[in-house]
């Protein structure tokens, strides 16, 4: 069975780097799209974009190219940078499988709560 | 704000049938993508309840069934019971983007 586990910092000052890695466990990444969705504080879901194994990424544009997508293959992980941070930036941060159009996002990471606050 | 429209909150008594809607555009779920339906429950991830419009994946009840058409989607819950109070989230596509819906708060009366 597939599952993911995700880890980083989970508190950040302002401009700080968020930095999250998601590994990917019980198959290969490979054939997929893994992505990163986040949650604000009472807030809906905010896709944020996703990368599949050859390197290909799409991301929202609402992101203003702060955010960075990449995949280490031979560790099956995948990581979020996002540069650099504010207090908007404060929200659940979850990883997840996207099998596409069809099978929408069926894995999702427990998430982690990254803080940005001085 | 939201590119998929949904209504902040919905109710009903256990037993009862409601539904969520979420309305899109003609480039997004009016453009043909298909539409999921997630439920989260407090506190944990998203759930995908409803996949391609609408499929349920295994061991979803068929008390969770969805439709589409033209702009829009809705999602049906009839039998309602307590454990279904959760969040509930549409997604769509815009071109290659992922779009989701605001949310929709499910209270169980």
């Known amino acids: 069975q597939v599952q993911v586990q995700q880890w980083g910092a989970g508190l950040l000052k302002p401009s700080e780097t968020l930095s999250l890695t998601c590994a990917v466990y019980?198959?290969?990444?490979?054939?997929?799209?893994w992505g990163w969705i986040r949650q604000a504080p009472g807030r809906g879901l905010e896709w944020i974009g996703e990368?599949?194994?050859?390197?290909?990424?799409n991301y929202n544009p609402s992101l203003k190219s702060r955010a960075t997508i990449s995949v280490d293959t031979s560790k099956n992980q995948f990581s979020l940078r996002l540069s650099p941070v504010t207090a908007a930036d404060t929200a659940v941060y979850y990883c997840?499988?996207?099998?596409?159009?069809?099978?929408?996002?069926?894995?999702w990471g427990q998430g982690t709560k990254v803080t940005v606050s001085s | 704000q939201s590119v998929l429209t949904q209504p902040p909150s919905v109710s009903g008594a256990p037993g009862q049938r409601v539904t969520i809607s979420c309305a899109g555009s003609s480039s997004n779920i009016g453009a043909g993508y298909d539409v999921h339906w997630y439920q989260q429950l407090p506190g944990t991830a998203p759930k995908v309840l409803i996949h391609g419009n609408t499929n349920r994946p295994s061991g979803v009840p068929a008390r969770f069934s969805a439709s589409k058409s033209g702009t829009s989607a809705s999602l049906a819950i009839s039998g309602l019971q307590a454990e279904d109070e959760a969040y509930y989230y549409c997604q769509s596509y815009d071109s290659s983007l992922r779009v989701f819906g605001g949310g929709t708060k499910l209270t169980v009366l």
């Open positions: 997840a499988r996207d099998q596409g159009f069809y099978w929408g996002i069926d894995i």
């Open positions: 990368i599949n194994h050859s390197g290909s990424t």
């Open positions: 019980g198959e290969s990444s490979s054939g997929y799209y």
